[in-house]
């Protein structure tokens, strides 16, 4: 962080407590992390267009030089403490005790044709949302609503149905957090859809 500015190199990051990464598996794949990363952007983008007021976002870019990726995001007034919408904790905690913004994110939701559902480790910690699990909402030192972390606000491709013969085996079903549909075809399909399919962010969901 420097004179209010994070910076994050999109780099695989190996998943706590396991002999996994995030994307790659069994391997590192620094090139799907930079995947991952433009759809940061992609999804803050989308909720942005989508015109719902009260909600406000950080100021982003991507920056790409010698091969690598680089996300560069202002810097907002929360802290771990302020969160009331979403999970940062793996769905361990699911917040949804702000029924001012689960209507806000649920009508953007609606505008860009993400189903709600349930997400959460357990059906006791389970919170009905119309956002990826771990998009999250934080009521700011000044008041205001705050969304972060849209990597994955947008619903996945199925996995294994393109472009199989191109994933190698250990990284076979992580293509669900980098290869995401792009708004403009959630706009065609009668039925929304879930950001957490296919995911175990979705496994207490009964649909």
């Given at each position: 962080?420097?004179?209010?500015?994070?910076?994050?190199?999109?780099?695989?990051?190996?998943?706590?407590?396991?002999?996994?990464?995030?994307?790659?598996?069994?391997?590192?794949?620094?090139?799907?992390?930079?995947?991952?990363?433009?759809?940061?952007?992609?999804?803050?983008?989308?909720?942005?267009?989508?015109?719902?007021?009260?909600?406000?976002?950080?100021l982003m870019c991507v920056v790409d030089y010698k091969g690598m990726r680089l996300l560069a995001l202002s810097?907002?007034?929360?802290?771990?403490?302020?969160?009331?919408?979403?999970?940062?904790?793996?769905?361990?905690?699911?917040?949804?005790?702000?029924?001012?913004?689960?209507?806000?994110?649920?009508?953007?939701?609606?505008?860009?044709?993400?189903?709600?559902?349930?997400?959460?480790?357990?059906?006791?910690?389970?919170?009905?949302?119309?956002?990826?699990?771990?998009?999250?909402?934080?009521?700011?030192?000044?008041?205001?609503?705050?969304?972060?972390?849209?990597?994955?606000?947008?619903?996945?491709?199925?996995?294994?149905?393109?472009?199989?013969q191109a994933l190698s085996s250990h990284a076979r079903g992580r293509e669900v957090f980098y290869k995401l549909l792009r708004p403009q075809l959630l706009q065609m399909l009668e039925e929304?859809?879930?950001?957490?399919?296919?995911?175990?962010?979705?496994?207490?969901?009964?649909?």
């Amino acid at each position: 962080m420097r004179n209010g500015i994070i910076f994050k190199f999109a780099l695989d990051q190996p998943i706590p407590k396991t002999q996994k990464y995030m994307y790659g598996g069994d391997e590192r794949d620094n090139a799907a992390a930079m995947k991952a990363a433009k759809h940061e952007l992609l999804g803050l983008s989308t909720y942005f267009s989508s015109g719902v007021t009260r909600l406000h976002y950080p100021l982003m870019c991507v920056v790409d030089y010698k091969g690598m990726r680089l996300l560069a995001l202002s810097l907002l007034p929360i802290g771990k403490e302020s969160i009331v919408y979403g999970s940062c904790d793996s769905g361990k905690t699911v917040h949804a005790e702000l029924e001012d913004v689960n209507d806000l994110v649920r009508e953007v939701g609606r505008r860009i044709n993400v189903a709600e559902h349930y997400v959460g480790n357990n059906s006791v910690v389970a919170r009905k949302l119309a956002s990826c699990g771990d998009l999250e909402v934080h009521v700011g030192r000044d008041g205001k609503y705050y969304v972060i972390d849209f990597a994955r606000a947008l619903p996945p491709e199925a996995p294994g149905i393109l472009c199989e013969q191109a994933l190698s085996s250990h990284a076979r079903g992580r293509e669900v957090f980098y290869k995401l549909l792009r708004p403009q075809l959630l706009q065609m399909l009668e039925e929304p859809l879930n950001s957490d399919s296919f995911t175990r962010w979705s496994k207490v969901d009964p649909k």
